[in-house]
Structure formats: structure tokens, C-alpha cells
């Protein structure tokens, strides 16, 4: 028999949910309480993928005399769980299932692995069932989150709360690899990895209230406080390879070989927020709307000068319906109400302490001079200071309508808004070397740039919701939606010439998005393509390529790139955007429907306007890798008029076929069922004189369809890297259809 073997199903199985939640309320006029746990327990779809995790919350609030309030909320979770590398070109899982050779089986008849090993031909990539069996590990986190509250009626109206929190984490790594040496990649020797690190928060608030209605006519809210916020933390890791025995009680750091031993640990730098905060609510007749708000907030992040922001906000609010004018003209209309402000706030989401530079000493910054044969210690800088960095600073403008109207059966709200970032902190660009050694994006080197203060950017739209809610009789139902149309745009960074761009995507190591001055973040860039070359003298008579040294290369069957800036040469200057993978529409609605004791429920959501990079497209058709290729490479060109966008295959891939370009943009629109369900309550059911407890018993499904022309495993792609890359498909998890059954029961 032929051997045929499906990675993807052979990776890929049916991953099984448990969740369990119980809770205990109780109260009566001066205190009340809850306690609740939580168990969710999921096997993946990948073999050997886990997560669990129990939750603990407890909190409760009483009244102490008549102007004294306490209380406190604790909440302990243990997490544990094991997330294979999904995202990697060389060694991810899901990438190496959808490109393995079928030829190969998942173990052979003597019980060994299948292996790639035997011949160049069959691509230098693992074994994906063997690299998530034989790699075992977990990440397990420890988290109590507790705060306490005292509150204090001075006066009528005027209260002082005192607010403390603490936050804790504990964060522990676990991961063993064993050896493989049958496998292309290895590895060759067993190799083993622990790493422990703590994080801690500690939060204190203190603020004034004051709320006063003067005879229904006028009404005032005044806030006034501050808040203190101290982070802090440690982490220390280690590992050993050459593990004689992999055992699973041999496993221990220990018994690897101590030659290979390697560790690391600091204490993380302490750092701090500070801050000051008033705002201030005034009503008149309920019609008449006005906020105010003012923040200072201080960061350790920033240089001692540069650290306080000021952030001011105000917003002001007419309700029409409550003018006689209009209730007496626009009886349909319930509610109408007009609402419009203007708000700063500052962002700080960087690493600390970029104001300084760091040295490194020691052996491993060692030279010898001279004639002397022995190395002597050096230092280096490690990374470089930005002593003028500061708050990125958002200034939002927004004007909204809500409205109710046909007797408060239809409500909504439509927003306008528009956000402008100013001095964003973006990576430094990098105009020579410093110290240590810096190398090429892909490639971090050993020295760390700062950020800066240096971009603008600047995001607007329109967001919609709607609502509708009825009872007919015995029915009662509800139908909503919401949609947002955006749009986003770089207004200031390096300039027309200078971008930021992504880390260089596979073995292909080409670009894939970059952010210029006056385009949208992270869009797509690369060459526009022309279809195919179909014969030779197509290829002789093209101006594009006119006095392109490579043109002698170029065979029928290989892709016509577009010479954009018409100088007959194919090169980078014949870049451009190819593609946004920014969403210019979002939208989601949602349906419900009760009959007596039936309750029905679906909801959908979607995006238009968003084009996908398919790098695994790329990937998968690129003839030059020793691969299982796609399924579309049977209809790739293999003659005049065969194919006009699937390249030839040959090894010989001298017109770069595969580079980044248009052949790998794709629309990422989609509509998705994202969850339904349908349940049915047994309520308020008697055996004799014992009541029976209300049971909701419900069967639901998440994730049930997606609605789309994307090729890929979905467009709902959850890999990014920050404002450097969105959108991209690297064959990372794919998302699972979820159903389950279950029951609510109230005691």
C-alpha cells in the first residue's frame, strides 16, 4: 500500500472543555457576601496542549453605624498549561504539519518515529508529532488580587474612601526536550529548562466625594483624589542539557551535565505611578449636562523632568426631549439626548528606565591587547538612553446621539469621534552602532534602543449601535446591532523616505509591512504584479523590464512585477502598499427570543474593508523548499495559458517569485456565527413541601461558521506584533468550534 499520512489530522485532533462555577450570595440590611470558585479544564486540539485553571473569589461589605462602610474582594486563581510554538517558520507545529511529507508515517512498524532524516528531498523539518510528544512543559501562575475599601460619610453628601490593593503573581516555567537525533532538527541531546519569576503591585487611593441636589433644579458631583501605584518584582531561570536518562523522575537539573549549566536572575527594577485627579458634574434640570476632569500623573518611567503629564477633559450633554418644545411636536421620539467632549490622556506602556543607558561588565565583553595571550574584562554599552522621553499624549474629540423612540422599544446611539496620538513612542531609528553590536531587524543583536517620542497618528469614525426589544403575548425577544466604520493614518514619523518595518517573515526572509509617514499602520508592502509571463517573447517586448540586468533570467511562467517608477528595472524603488490590514468596517449583531420557558440566543460578528497577507501561502507554494506544497501548486503554469497567478515550479527561482508582493493579499472579510444557544429552565417546580432548585439546562456552540473568501485556516488572525505587523498568517492556532452542553442550577 501507498503511504499517505495527514499531518494536519494526525496533529489536529478534538479538544474536550469542562467548566464548573458555583456561588453563595447572602446579605441582609447591614452586610452581604459572596463567595464563588470557578474550574475550567480544556485538552487542546493539539496533542499534548492543555490548559486548567481554578478560580477563588470572595468579598463582602458591611455597614458599621450609620456612616461607616467597609469591605474587601479577594480573588486567588492557579492556572497551569502547556501552548506549543504555533507561530515559528522553522520549527512551528502547525507549520510543520501542513508541510510534511505524507510519504512519511507517524511512526514506523518498529515503533521509531517517521523521519524526514533519509533523504535531502523530503525538506529539513521535524517530525510535528514527535516535537509536541517528546516536548513536554507547562507554565503555571499563582495570582491573588485582594483590595480593601473604608468609606466615611463626613456630612450629608461629603465622603472620604481610602482604597488599598495588592496584586501578586508567581510565574513558573517548565520545559523538557528529548533528544531526537533521528530527526532532521534534532535535537541531538536531551535538554531541560526551569524559570521562576514574581511580580508584585501595590495600590493605594484616596479620594473626596461630594454630591449635593439643590431642590431638584440643580445637582453637583465633585470627585478630588490621589492615587499611588509600586511595581516591583524578581524572575531567575537555568538549564542543563545531556540528560542520560529522560525518565520522567530523572528529570531533574541537576542530572543534566554540569558543564552545560547556564543561569540568570535580577531584580526587577522599582517602579511607580502617581497621580492626582478631579472631576467635577453639574446638572441642571436634568437637561443640562457639564463634566469636567483634570489628571497629573507622574511616572518612574520617564527622567526626572519629564515625567509629570497633565491631561485635562471636559464633555457637555442637552437632553432635547425634556424641552416642551420638542415632546410637544415629536411625540414618537421617548428620549433624545446630544452629547459632545474633548478629553487628553497620556500613555507610558514602555519599558523602564529608557532615560539611562546600561553597561555591561565582565568575561563576556573580554579582549586581549597586545602581545599578552590573556583576555581581560571589558565593558560595553548594552543598550542606549533617551534622556527627553516622555508621555505619548491622545487627544480625543467625539460628539454622540442617543436616542429612544416607538415607547422605548428602539434605542441607539451613533458617535463620531476622532483621536489624534501625538508624540507616540516608537522604536529609534537606527543610523549607525554603538557599543555592542547591532545587527538587522530579524537579527536583534545585543544592544537595546530606546524608544521616542516621535510619531502622530490619528484614528476616526463613526461607531452605530441599535437596539430592539418587544413582548408579543408570551414572547419576548430583542434584536441589536452595532458597527464601526474606522480609519487610521501615520500623520507624523521619520518622514516621506524613513519607515518602521516588520521582522523579515520564513525562509523567504522578505519584509512584509511597514509603517511610513501618511499610510496606515503597518500596512502591506511589496511589488504589484501583472499576471504571468506566458511566452518568451511576451518576456523581450516588456518595458518593464527593458534594461533590467536580470531579465535574461526570467522564463515564461515566472511572475511580471510592475515597474512602478518606469525606469525599466524591477528593484525596491518599485514598492508600494499593497494592502491595509486595518478593518475600515467592524460590525456585530445579535438576536434573542424567549418563549415561556424556552430562551433562544445567536451572535454574529464580522469585518469588511481588510485585506490578510497569506504568508503561508507564500510558503506553501514556494516550488524551491523541499516541502509538501499546497494543493493550488497542481495548478500552477506549466504552459502558455495555463495559469496567470500560479508561478512555474522550478528550483531555480532567479526572478524571485516569492518575494512579497500582491500574489499573497488577500480579503480578510468575513461574517461569523460566533456563538447560539438554546436552553430551557425547569422554575419553580414542588415534591410535596420541598422546592426544587431552578435548572437552566442549555446546549451552545461558539465559533460555529465563518462566512469568507479567505484561503487561509481563518481570518480572525489572533498574531500580531504590535504596530510593526498586523494581519499576517503564519499557520498559528487555529480557532476551534466549541459545543457544549450544561446546566445552571439556583438554590
Do not use: C
Request: cysteine-free; glycine content about 10%; charged content about 15%.
Amino acid at each position: 500500500s501507498i503511504q499517505r499520512t495527514n499531518w494536519q489530522r494526525a496533529l489536529l485532533g478534538t479538544g474536550k472543555v469542562q467548566n464548573v462555577d458555583l456561588a453563595l450570595r447572602g446579605g441582609n440590611a447591614s452586610s452581604n457576601y459572596s463567595f464563588s470558585g470557578n474550574y475550567y479544564n480544556e485538552d487542546g486540539m493539539i496533542v499534548n496542549s492543555y490548559f486548567k485553571r481554578y478560580n477563588f473569589r470572595i468579598n463582602s461589605e458591611h455597614k458599621i453605624g450609620s456612616r461607616l462602610r467597609v469591605g474587601e474582594n479577594i480573588t486567588y486563581s492557579n492556572t497551569i498549561g502547556n501552548t506549543p510554538n504555533t507561530q515559528s517558520t522553522q520549527t512551528g507545529l502547525v507549520w510543520s504539519a501542513i508541510r510534511f511529507n505524507p510519504a512519511i508515517p507517524v511512526k514506523n512498524p518498529d515503533g521509531s518515529w517517521g523521519t524526514s532524516q533519509a533523504d535531502n528531498q523530503l525538506g529539513d523539518i521535524n517530525n510535528p508529532v514527535t516535537t509536541a510528544t517528546e516536548n513536554t512543559g507547562y507554565n503555571k501562575i499563582d495570582r491573588i488580587l485582594a483590595n480593601a475599601f473604608a468609606e466615611l460619610e463626613i456630612i450629608n453628601g461629603l465622603k472620604l474612601r481610602a482604597n488599598y490593593g495588592f496584586d501578586q503573581s508567581t510565574a513558573e516555567a517548565y520545559g523538557f526536550s528529548v533528544a531526537t537525533p533521528t530527526q532532521t532538527r534534532g535535537p541531538a541531546i536531551s535538554s531541560m529548562n526551569q524559570s521562576f519569576s514574581k511580580s508584585k503591585d501595590f495600590l493605594e487611593e484616596y479620594y473626596l466625594t461630594y454630591s449635593k441636589d439643590f431642590n431638584h433644579v440643580h445637582k453637583i458631583d465633585l470627585v478630588a483624589g490621589y492615587s499611588s501605584q509600586v511595581f516591583g518584582g524578581n524572575y531567575f531561570n537555568a538549564s542543563r542539557s545531556g540528560f542520560s536518562d529522560t525518565s520522567s523522575d530523572q528529570r531533574v537539573l541537576n542530572l543534566g551535565n554540569s558543564s552545560s549549566a547556564a543561569n540568570a536572575g535580577a531584580n526587577n527594577p522599582s517602579s511607580g505611578l502617581q497621580s492626582y485627579f478631579a472631576r467635577g458634574n453639574y446638572s441642571f434640570m436634568g437637561k443640562y449636562l457639564l463634566t469636567a476632569t483634570m489628571r497629573a500623573d507622574g511616572s518612574s518611567k520617564f527622567a526626572p523632568g519629564k515625567r509629570w503629564g497633565y491631561f485635562p477633559a471636559f464633555s457637555a450633554g442637552w437632553r432635547i426631549s425634556d424641552e416642551k418644545f420638542f415632546s410637544s411636536k415629536f411625540k414618537a421620539i421617548n428620549s433624545l439626548k446630544i452629547t459632545g467632549g474633548w478629553g487628553q490622556l497620556g500613555n507610558q506602556n514602555i519599558g523602564d528606565f529608557q532615560y539611562l543607558s546600561t553597561i555591561g561588565l565582565g568575561g563576556a565583553y573580554s579582549a586581549n591587547f597586545g602581545t599578552n595571550t590573556v583576555n581581560q574584562n571589558g565593558a560595553v554599552i548594552t543598550s542606549l538612553a533617551n534622556p527627553n522621553i516622555t508621555w505619548e499624549r491622545a487627544v480625543m474629540t467625539n460628539i454622540s446621539l442617543d436616542f429612544s423612540i416607538f415607547n422605548y422599544h428602539l434605542s441607539g446611539t451613533v458617535t463620531y469621534f476622532n483621536k489624534n496620538t501625538t508624540d507616540m513612542l516608537v522604536p529609534a531609528q537606527l543610523v549607525e552602532t554603538y557599543g555592542a553590536q547591532v545587527n538587522l531587524p530579524d537579527d536583534g543583536g545585543n544592544i537595546t534602543l530606546p524608544n521616542v517620542n516621535l510619531g502622530d497618528l490619528n484614528n476616526h469614525g463613526v461607531e452605530i449601535d441599535l437596539n430592539y426589544r418587544n413582548t408579543v403575548g408570551k414572547i419576548s425577544y430583542s434584536i441589536s446591532g452595532n458597527g464601526s466604520f474606522l480609519r487610521n493614518k501615520v500623520t507624523k514619523l521619520y518622514g516621506n523616505s524613513t519607515y518602521i518595518g516588520s521582522i523579515p517573515y520564513g525562509r523567504e526572509n522578505t519584509d512584509i509591512s511597514r509603517t511610513y509617514e501618511g499610510q496606515p499602520l503597518a500596512s502591506f508592502y511589496g511589488f504589484k504584479t501583472d499576471g504571468l509571463y506566458q511566452t518568451q517573447a511576451e518576456i523581450d517586448k516588456d518595458p518593464d523590464i527593458a534594461n533590467d540586468p536580470n531579465k535574461a533570467n526570467i522564463r515564461p511562467g515566472d511572475v511580471k512585477f510592475v515597474d512602478i517608477n518606469g525606469d525599466g528595472v524591477i528593484d525596491d524603488k518599485d514598492r508600494v502598499r499593497l494592502g491595509d490590514p486595518n478593518p475600515h468596517f467592524v460590525y456585530g449583531f445579535q438576536g434573542s427570543i424567549s418563549y415561556r420557558n424556552f430562551d433562544f440566543s445567536v451572535n454574529f460578528a464580522g469585518v469588511a474593508g481588510v485585506q490578510l497577507y497569506n504568508a503561508d501561502r507564500l510558503a506553501g507554494l514556494d516550488a524551491t523548499s523541499n516541502f509538501n506544497w499546497y494543493a493550488e501548486e497542481k495548478n500552477r503554469w506549466h504552459g502558455e495559458g495555463t495559469s496567470n497567478s500560479i508561478p512555474r515550479l522550478t528550483r531555480n527561482n532567479l526572478n524571485d517569485n516569492y518575494r512579497s508582493s500582491d500574489l499573497w493579499v488577500q480579503n480578510g472579510a468575513y461574517l461569523s456565527l460566533k456563538s447560539i444557544s438554546l436552553g430551557y429552565t425547569l422554575a419553580k417546580k414542588s415534591i410535596g413541601s420541598f422546592k426544587v432548585p431552578d435548572v437552566r439546562f442549555y446546549i451552545s456552540s461558539y465559533n460555529v461558521f465563518y462566512l469568507t473568501k479567505y484561503k487561509g485556516y481563518t481570518p480572525e488572525l489572533g498574531y500580531t506584533n504590535g504596530n510593526l505587523q498586523r494581519g499576517v498568517d503564519v499557520a498559528q492556532y487555529p480557532q476551534a468550534r466549541n459545543i457544549t452542553a450544561g446546566a445552571t442550577i439556583n438554590f
